[in-house]
T-cell receptor
Framework: GQNIDQPTEMTATEGAIVQINCTYQTSGFNGLFWYQQHAGEAPTFLSYNVLDGLEEKGRFSSFLSRSKGYSYLLLKELQMKDSASYLCAVRVNAGNMLTFGGGTRLMVKP | EAGVAQSPRYKIIEKRQSVAFWCNPISGHATLYWYQQILGQGPKLLIQFQNNGVVDDSQLPKDRFSAERLKGVDSTLKIQPAKLEDSAVYLC????????????FGPGTRLTVL
């Protein structure tokens, strides 16, 4: 099976930068995903990494180290609307079945 | 483009009752997923369909849960009989193909079992 760990909660200040870490243990790794989920809403796709390195998309970046079983999501210039849960998910083998971590609840304060 | 539709949005039932949820994926999406999300946890995959066939249902509690996608479009998920621990949000998602990167989630059905 897969084991995915991420912090339960984080707090950051509007305008700042925050890094949300995710570690995983799995066999047949075939990609790591980050989803954003606002309270009471559906998850929405943020990023996908399958090779080592950094993927940048606007204010959000995601990093992957396959050898370390480690990823992070970096959010820059935090806005109040970034207050949400951030879900790390791993895909294994050729299918598209995702195993999600428990999510990190981010609170952005003024 | 219309998103993934689910109904009902909310359902409250007594334990041992039956309940069914409906999902209509994005038009043309071949792959459909049902997830269970218990409060404070990440979504857990219950079943994955490719067109009208089951790809994986290893985490579906088959003694009480069943799902079908008879014509390869809409899908229903049923719980019979429900237990207290089934209280959760049931999310439906779809993707264009099994290898597609992005899954698109519906708004979910919040089930409360009393």
């Amino acid at each position: 099976g897969q084991n995915i760990d991420q912090p339960t909660e984080m707090t950051a200040t509007e305008g700042a930068i925050v890094q949300i870490n995710c570690t995983y243990q799995t066999s047949g790794f075939n990609g790591l995903f980050w989803y954003q989920q606002h309270a009471g809403e559906a998850p929405t796709f943020l990023s996908y990494n399958v090779l080592d390195g950094l993927e940048e998309k606007g204010r959000f970046s995601s990093f992957l180290s396959r050898s370390k079983g480690y990823s992070y999501l970096l959010l820059k210039e935090l806005q109040m609307k970034d207050s949400a849960s951030y879900l790390c998910a791993v895909r294994v083998n050729a299918g598209n079945m995702l195993t999600f971590g428990g999510g990190t609840r981010l609170m952005v304060k003024p | 483009e219309a998103g993934v539709a689910q109904s009902p949005r909310y359902k409250i039932i007594e334990k041992r009752q039956s309940v069914a949820f409906w999902c209509n994926p994005i038009s043309g999406h071949a792959t459909l997923y049902w997830y269970q999300q218990i409060l404070g946890q990440g979504p857990k995959l219950l079943i994955q369909f490719q067109n009208n066939g089951v790809v994986d249902d290893s985490q579906l509690p088959k003694d009480r849960f069943s799902a079908e996608r008879l014509k390869g479009v809409d899908s229903t998920l049923k719980i019979q009989p429900a237990k207290l621990e089934d209280s959760a949000v049931y999310l439906c998602a779809s993707s264009a193909a099994r290898a597609a990167i992005e899954q698109f989630f519906g708004p979910g059905t919040r089930l409360t079992v009393l």
